[in-house]
Nanobody, 123 residues
Framework: QVQLVESGGGLVQAGGSLRLSCAAS????????MGWLRQTPGKEREFVAA????????AYADSVKGRFTISADSANIAVYLQMTSLKPEDTAVYFC????????????????WGQGTQVTVSS
């Protein structure tokens, strides 16, 4: 069983930065890809970024490339999302997720989810 707990959300002005953390309870790290997805009211969850536990493979949505950085810490079993140059359109609930196998941009492909953390970017 995989358990994921996010933290680090909050309110920030446009142009600012936030760092999200995800504490994971995962056995056999190599079986999983970790990711962040986000959701706004009335919309489906949207892929943001994904990373392998060795940090050798990363993937980003076009909308966050160059602004967000995902990383994994296998020693502490945690995943991070460093967000910079935040825009109001980044406002969403951000979910940490785990997937058996490689990354996917399709939210229904992800197997395990955290409870989410709210990120609000004011203009």
């Amino acid at each position: 069983q995989v358990q994921l707990v996010e933290s680090g959300g909050g309110l920030v002005q446009a142009g600012g930065s936030l760092r999200l953390s995800c504490a994971a309870s995962v056995r056999t790290l190599s079986r999983y890809t970790m990711g962040w997805l986000r959701q706004t009211p009335g919309k489906e969850r949207e892929f943001v970024a994904a990373v392998s536990w060795t940090n050798t493979n990363t993937a980003y949505a076009d909308s966050v490339k160059g602004r967000f950085t995902i990383s994994a810490d296998s020693a502490n079993i945690a995943v991070y999302l460093q967000m910079t140059s935040l825009k109001p359109e980044d406002t969403a609930v951000y979910f940490c997720a785990a997937r058996l196998g490689s990354a996917s941009s399709i939210f229904t492909d992800w197997n395990y989810w955290g409870q989410g953390t709210q990120v609000t970017v004011s203009s």
